[in-house]
């Protein structure tokens, strides 16, 4: 008789919300983490990622814009060299970011600092971690974004209201990078296999209509790069930032929503996997 | 190689060293590590040095390893001086470090022949070598494995292999089981007791004193860098401690109130936070003295005394914290 | 490279041993009022007046834990690796590099048929479609943009090489993985891990520059029958960039991120202001200065002389060549002291 009583006070409740076994409401505590410990370290780097992008602008608008003169930018007008290849240094960058904090970064954390581990020990769902990770890559998206857009006014290159929108646009780039990152890293084992990553973004850089339109190009190469990520993200800030737009841009907007739906569930899966075991 | 017969030039007592250190002291900065340490290590016996942590184990331990210069004294390995003679010093040696420093990015038995390349020797001897002491160390299934896929006991003895490539004459063991369960500590042991056999001389640091005891031949204990005792571990026992001990509980707010009232039990008593020590020859009859006045202990334990006494005797300081 | 001269081993060790011993009593007797327990000690250790023994003697006395016998005694072991120490590192060095052979092998030919296609292809179409402005051989003649940024693209591959190969590796030798204090207790001395590693890197970037060169070749990129010099200057470049950093590396006591430092605030602006893309001329006076510290831009302008004969008087290729040179001593010697400090300890 006391003995069943005993068993029932000591039963625990069962979570009734959805996604009770990922998700456990509690995003911030790994946002917060996240904050603190890049608010204590590394001031420096945190600068240093918006200063990259700024010098590519720099270099390559002021000293390769002055022997390639003007280019045919969206809608057919003949713009500068440096209004040209502006939004796509901010895609890129957008990309960059998210791709480094969402792969090595989270790559060190999961296999030598085990901070995922220790997280997933607490009543935190393998969902809460990777929001929560990749909401903190999107903070510093929005930052960079910000200040790059404010470079590029100083510069002169702004030349349509729109293009304030290239900052929110940023950020649904970098969140679509960040979620597939995340993805893809937890399926890696070694560092070999993290150089593989660079394997894939150099040329997916140097290709996606960042420096030269993509007409320069045989037609499947063409196709090609219009199937990746990057020449989507080029496209849409590179329209925005004119001010010009085609029926297109919906088509970029909606590639990108589809990245990060599939990013998270992947990921979400694989740490479950990687943990919950 | 000319074997040169020993008898004639050493006397049957004296015994021979092949480490000497006199006075030797290193300083960092205005920290004096290792703070006029002086003593010798004979052929083929297992020396070790006793110490908490930051005592001046592993500081000394790198001296005679020829890789950290003495601020000052003598040290001579073999007749030669490690910091004039790193390289000759270094060849007679084999060094397990503290800390394993294996190259993960190669295999196992990579790891042995890659190593043995620095002392010049040719792979037709590294390749059969590395096997014979994949066997020692009870790893050959391992030899193609990597590094990463080993066990801290595993790793443990791939360093013993890889130090062991050379034939060296001098084994220097940095803590060789910390961080090992006890199963992969007694594999260990043994594989350590099979190279004394061999005549090859051991020292050994360890805050263990189990250790201590099993391994070692002769000790010193060393506290802040000095030289606290000397001598064999029953040696040490007997001139520091008693020949048992007791230990009392009786509660970690209650210790330091009943210490009082048990003057007078046994040789000497330690009051540690946790516990009571009453140090007697007999502890059986000390207990029997203590119920006697009434007390009752939570928990009460007669014990062997062990150098873990010699070294609270010597310092009024635990060996490990 | 030089090794250190050996220094000499004493022949007669039981004189020296005895010598000593007398030394040694001598200063004991010296030694005012020593502390008691120290007295005790070095008393009872007095009282068994240990003879020193000699290398041979226990030679005699120790024998193998297994059944192979080593063929060098611990002194030719010693010498040999005096004499040839580096090279054993750098066979380490080459070993370890194998087993990620394949990133090496796929970033040698990928970067440059990337780049090749990116600048060399794209941007020229659009570089030489431009007939305001024409890139000038220094003669009057005009350079197509591809064989004006090929000499540039190769020695930024070394220089992408000699960063990866100078940063993290050398970082986790002291501090991560400390896989340089294995070594450290062989025979082998700590100057000869720069060297090795050093000797390492070289092959390596070798290696890279000569497939980069190839691809350029096969890209049309190179016009003078002088372009394979590039493969040595380029190198050059690597080992001018490489050596320095390393010496940082080893110097860093804490990761606080200072390799993402060096790759934003030091890499990057050395690869974009460096004459690589565009002309130096084409920059403000401002940030020019950039170009002239930069390896980078005095091994493209050594490329461009060889690759497609850009005119330029003699004394400024001296001074290329120079200056990289220069770099590349005094990266080597601060290198050494670091690590020769810093594994000493």
Request: proline share 5%; glycine share 10%.
């Amino acid at each position: 008789m006391s003995q069943h009583i005993v068993s029932q006070q000591l039963r625990l409740e069962p979570s009734r919300r959805p996604l009770g076994s990922l998700y456990a409401g509690n995003v911030r505590a790994v946002f917060s983490r996240g904050v603190k410990a890049t608010w204590g370290t590394n001031w420096a780097i945190m600068v240093s990622g918006f200063v990259e992008p700024v010098l590519y602008l720099v270099a390559m608008g002021i000293g390769l814009g002055s022997l390639i003169g003007t280019v045919t930018g969206p809608g057919g007008a003949e713009i500068g060299y440096a209004n040209y290849i502006a939004p796509a240094l901010l895609a890129v960058s957008a990309m960059n970011g998210a791709v480094y904090d969402s792969t090595w970064n989270v790559f060190f954390k999961l296999h030598f600092a085990k901070l995922y581990e220790g997280m997933l020990y607490t009543s935190l769902g393998p969902l809460d971690v990777a929001l929560g990770e990749i909401l903190l890559a999107l903070l510093r998206g929005a930052l960079y974004a910000t200040g790059f857009t404010a470079v590029m006014g100083a510069m002169g290159l702004i030349t349509s209201p729109w293009a304030l929108l290239m900052i929110p646009a940023a950020v649904v780039v970098a969140f679509g990078f960040a979620s597939f990152g995340m993805a893809i890293t937890s399926y890696m084992k070694t560092f070999q296999q993290m150089d593989w990553i660079n394997f894939i973004m150099l040329p997916m850089f140097l290709f996606s209509a960042t420096f030269y339109p993509l007409s320069v190009y045989p037609e499947p190469i063409q196709w090609l790069i219009q199937a990746l990520p990057l020449w989507h993200g080029v496209e849409m800030l590179r329209q925005l930032s004119a001010g010009i737009f085609t029926g297109a841009i919906l088509v970029h907007l909606l590639y990108f929503l589809v990245m990060i739906v599939l990013g998270l569930i992947l990921s979400t899966g694989r740490l479950r996997k990687l943990f919950l075991n | 190689m000319p074997q040169t017969s020993l008898s004639h030039r050493l006397p049957q007592q004296a015994p021979a060293a092949v480490i000497t250190a006199r006075n030797v002291v290193k300083t960092y900065g205005d920290f004096n590590a290792v703070d006029g340490i002086s003593f010798d290590v004979q052929q083929g016996e297992s020396f070790g040095l006793l110490g908490p942590n930051g005592a001046g184990k592993s500081t000394t331990m790198r001296m005679i390893g020829g890789v950290s210069q003495r601020t000052s004294g003598e040290l001579s390995i073999m007749g030669l001086d490690p910091d004039q003679h790193g390289p000759e010093v270094r060849a007679h040696l084999g060094v397990v470090p503290q800390q394993d420093n294996l190259d993960e990015e190669l295999k196992v038995r990579d790891n042995l022949i890659v190593y043995g390349r620095y002392f010049g020797l040719p792979y037709s001897y590294l390749r059969p070598k590395a096997d014979e002491l994949l066997e020692f160390a009870q790893l050959t299934d391992k030899a193609k494995a990597k590094v990463d896929a080993l066990s801290g006991g595993m790793k443990r003895r791939l360093t013993i292999a890889r130090s062991l490539m050379n034939d060296p004459k001098v084994l220097l063991l940095d803590e060789p089981t910390t961080g090992l369960d006890p199963q992969a500590r007694h594999i260990l042991w043994d594989r350590l007791f099979r190279l004394k056999e061999a005549g090859v001389t051991l020292i050994l640091t360890t805050h263990y004193m189990d250790e201590a005891e099993q391994l070692c031949d002769r000790l010193i204990v060393v506290d802040k860098g000095k030289i606290m005792a000397e001598g064999s571990p029953s040696a040490l026992i007997r001139e520091h401690s008693t020949r048992e001990v007791l230990e009392l509980r009786f509660g970690s707010e209650r210790n330091t109130t009943v210490a009082p009232e048990l003057g007078g039990i046994g040789e000497r008593l330690e009051t540690l936070p946790d516990r009571i020590l009453i140090y007697a020859d007999d502890g059986e009859a000390a207990l029997e003295q203590v119920s006697n006045r009434g007390l009752r202990p939570i928990t009460s334990l007669v014990r062997r005394s062990s150098l873990e006494d010699v070294f609270l005797r010597l310092t009024g300081r635990s060996l490990i914290d | 490279m030089t090794e250190q001269q050996p220094s000499q081993v004493p022949g007669g060790q039981e004189a020296e041993a005895a010598s000593r011993a007398s030394a040694e009593s001598a200063a004991a007797g010296k030694t005012p009022a020593p502390e008691p327990d120290a007295a005790a000690a070095a008393g009872s250790v007095e009282a068994r007046v240990p003879a020193q023994l000699t290398l041979r003697e226990v030679d005699a006395l120790t024998r193998p834990v297994t059944g192979l016998r080593s063929p060098l005694s611990p002194l030719q072991s010693a010498e040999r690796a005096r004499n040839f120490g580096s090279f054993y590192y750098m066979e380490h060095w080459l070993r370890q590099l194998r087993g990620y052979g394949w990133t090496v092998l796929m970033t040698a030919v990928g970067t440059p048929l990337v780049y090749l296609f990116a600048m060399g292809v794209g941007l020229a179409t659009l570089v030489d479609a431009n007939t305001n402005v024409s890139l000038d051989a220094g003669n009057g003649q005009a350079v197509p943009y591809l064989v004006f940024v090929a000499p540039a693209l190769l020695a930024t591959a070394a220089i992408m090489v000699a960063s990866e190969e100078n940063t993290y590796s050398v970082i986790s030798g002291f501090k991560w993985r400390k896989t340089y204090y294995g070594p450290n207790a062989s025979p082998l001395q700590s100057q000869q891990l720069v060297n090795g590693h050093s000797m390492g890197v070289l092959a390596r970037l070798l290696l890279t520059t000569g497939l980069y060169f190839l691809c350029l070749v096969l890209f049309g990129a190179v016009v003078e029958p002088t372009g394979w010099v590039m493969i040595f200057t380029a190198a050059l470049a690597g080992m001018s960039f490489g050596l320095p950093l390393m010496a940082y590396s080893a110097s860093i006591e804490e990761d606080r991120g200072q390799f993402a430092l060096v790759q934003r605030f030091i890499v990057m602006p050395l690869f974009l202001f460096s004459g690589t893309f565009f002309p130096l001329d084409a920059m403000p006076l401002l940030v020019r200065w950039i170009g002239w510290i930069s390896p980078l831009w005095h091994s493209t302008e050594l490329g461009r002389v060889l690759s497609y004969g850009y005119a330029e008087p003699v004394w400024p290729t001296v001074l290329h060549v120079a200056y990289l040179a220069v770099l590349c001593v005094v990266g080597w010697i601060f290198a050494r002291r670091v690590y020769i400090r810093r594994l000493g300890k």
